[in-house]
């Protein structure tokens, strides 16, 4: 209780009953915002970009330039649309917080995050096969260079970190900071009002209603960070698959 508000339980903060809710339409509008979007971009014709083909180029050319090139060198552009569809998907899931009516991100529940780490994983597991065949596994858990009598410890290692370990930090990377980030606006909001309700000096609500105004603005950032951290990341992993001994 803060001066008779009472805080809301977690399951208030993340969870909605039905099949169909409000995590369900923020992911149908991450997919359908950016769509539509980049269909509209199609449809302009001249050199100059404007309206949502501007907002469209933008995007591709910062994956590209800030993602993929750093990461994977100019082989990595053939995995431009993948990598682009991750950081929108992740930007338009986590935005939603801020935005009234949503004030959730989607990706503060694990379902979402961990469906995209799993089909990373699955892409550069299959990239690396593709491109190396079944020695990629020999690559990845008989490292190179390695003493051989190492290889009872460090083979192991490279199943659970690569295999197992890798999806599950992926998905929990983001999924957490979402989430913290999700009841840190949560708690400044509930403290807010209940100063406002409790009528206490014009200091104190001053010092926490810019906090929340701080925060929100924080979390924006945080956002677009953590769409490109998750994007990035997908990218180093596709990377290594594709030259796994480097």
């Given at each position: 209780m803060i001066f008779g508000l009472e805080f809301p339980s977690m399951e208030n903060l993340v969870e909605w009953p039905g099949v169909f809710n409000k995590i369900a339409l923020i992911h149908m509008l991450s997919v359908l915002i950016p769509t539509v979007v980049f269909l509209l971009a199609a449809r302009q014709k001249g050199l100059v970009p404007r309206g949502?083909?501007?907002?469209?180029e933008t995007t591709v050319g910062f994956v590209e330039e800030q993602i993929i090139l750093p990461t994977m060198g100019t082989e990595g552009l053939k995995y431009l649309p993948l990598l682009v569809s991750f950081f929108l998907y992740?930007?338009?899931?986590?935005?939603?917080?801020?935005?009234?009516?949503?004030?959730?991100?989607?990706?503060?529940?694990?379902?979402?995050?961990?469906?995209?780490?799993?089909?990373?994983?699955?892409?550069?597991?299959?990239?690396?096969?593709?491109?190396?065949?079944?020695?990629?596994?020999?690559?990845v858990l008989f490292p190179p260079g390695v003493p051989k009598w190492l290889y009872p410890l460090v083979t192991p290692i490279e199943v659970l970190s690569t295999f197992l370990i890798?999806?599950?930090?992926?998905?929990?990377?983001?999924?957490?900071?979402?989430?913290?980030g999700h009841i840190l606006?949560?708690?400044?909001?509930?403290?807010?009002?209940?100063?406002?309700?409790?009528?206490?000096?014009?200091?104190?609500?001053?010092?926490?209603f810019p906090g929340l105004v701080a925060f929100t603005a924080f979390e924006v950032g945080v956002s677009l960070i953590q769409a490109f951290v998750f994007t990035i990341l997908a990218a180093v992993y596709i990377g290594g698959a594709l030259h796994p001994n480097h």
């Open positions: 949502t083909r501007t907002v469209a992740v930007f338009f899931g986590n935005i939603t917080e801020v935005i009234p009516f949503f004030q959730m991100p989607a990706m503060a529940r694990m379902g979402g995050p961990l469906v995209l780490a799993l089909i990373a994983w699955a892409m550069f597991i299959s990239v690396g096969v593709k491109h190396n065949g079944l020695g990629y596994f020999k690559s890798r999806p599950f930090s992926h998905a929990v990377r983001l999924f957490a900071n979402m989430l913290a606006l949560v708690t400044f909001g509930v403290l807010c009002i209940g100063l406002w309700a409790a009528q206490v000096t014009v200091v104190v609500i001053g010092l926490t």
